[in-house]
């Protein structure tokens, strides 16, 4: 059964749950995607571009601009306003492609 806005509203959210991100502890409510639980904690960049370095971060925020790509448990490429936060996932800072160890 789809849930009205009025329901979403008196919504009570579950316990918090932790992540690392580049080494720190950071927590996000359950459902909450990685880019929200970062901007949540203050995070607003977390992506350098492959020319340049520029500093990227959440710009659509539905999974178009892939502007908010992270590396999570190792795998990059990841779009973080789509990913939801699984509690003991670590995230890093992806550089450039997030490839590099492909480089030849």
Partial sequence: MPRTPAELVAAEPGLAVSFEFDGRPVTALPGQTIAAALWAAGVLSWRTTRVNARPRGVFCGIGTCFDCLVTVNG?????????????GDTVTVQEGHGRAELAV
């Fill in 75 to 87: 795998r990059p490429g990841l779009r973080a306003c789509l990913v939801p936060v699984r509690a």
